[in-house]
């Protein structure tokens, strides 16, 4: 199984494209799609840029090596997945693995409490502190409504 068109434009829709590198509100160098690292292992520096093709590029490679390294113990339809490698692509792999959200997924796909554990990711620290931003909020509102919609396309 893999990421649908609905989770690429997700992301695309969220991360926005930029073709020069900028500071993201995490403070990470970011390029493309939200990129961080390049497929060599290289972080992505202040003043670098990319072509829309190899931001193209990037973000597939990102979400193919995301799904190839997503715990294969558990089953998901193509809207939770979705929704779960948008998720991961954001947040990372460690804090998806780490979460109480994983954790509830892992156990039942379909457990109730799931929609409250995505909305649990909104913060980022910015200045030091922890800020609720709403992108963010809208973004997991939209993981939500992808992982409770259960279509095959």
């Given at each position: 199984?893999?990421?649908?068109?609905?989770?690429?434009?997700?992301?695309?829709?969220?991360?926005?494209?930029?073709l020069k590198s900028y500071?993201?509100?995490?403070?990470?160098?970011?390029?493309?799609?939200?990129?961080?690292?390049?497929?060599?292992?290289?972080?992505?520096?202040?003043?670098?840029?990319?072509?829309?093709?190899?931001?193209?590029?990037?973000?597939?490679?990102?979400?193919?090596?995301?799904?190839?390294?997503?715990?294969?113990?558990?089953?998901?339809?193509?809207?939770?997945?979705?929704?779960?490698?948008?998720?991961?692509?954001?947040?990372?792999?460690?804090?998806?693995?780490?979460?109480?959200?994983?954790?509830?997924?892992?156990?039942?796909?379909?457990?109730?409490?799931?929609?409250?554990?995505?909305?649990?990711?909104?913060?980022?620290?910015?200045?030091?502190?922890?800020?609720?931003?709403?992108?963010?909020?809208?973004?997991?509102?939209?993981?939500?409504?992808?992982?409770?919609?259960n279509d095959q396309d």
């Amino acid at each position: 199984m893999t990421y649908s068109k609905k989770c690429v434009n997700l992301i695309k829709e969220f991360e926005g494209i930029y073709l020069k590198s900028y500071l993201c509100p995490a403070g990470k160098a970011t390029i493309g799609y939200g990129s961080t690292w390049w497929p060599d292992n290289k972080p992505v520096e202040l003043g670098q840029s990319v072509t829309l093709q190899k931001s193209e590029d990037l973000l597939k490679f990102e979400l193919d090596k995301i799904v190839s390294r997503l715990p294969v113990t558990v089953i998901y339809t193509q809207g939770q997945l979705d929704a779960v490698v948008s998720f991961i692509y954001n947040v990372g792999m460690a804090n998806y693995i780490n979460s109480k959200l994983y954790k509830k997924i892992k156990v039942n796909t379909n457990d109730p409490t799931i929609p409250a554990e995505f909305r649990k990711w909104t913060k980022a620290r910015s200045s030091g502190k922890l800020i609720v931003l709403k992108g963010l909020v809208r973004r997991r509102e939209a993981e939500i409504k992808l992982y409770l919609h259960n279509d095959q396309d």
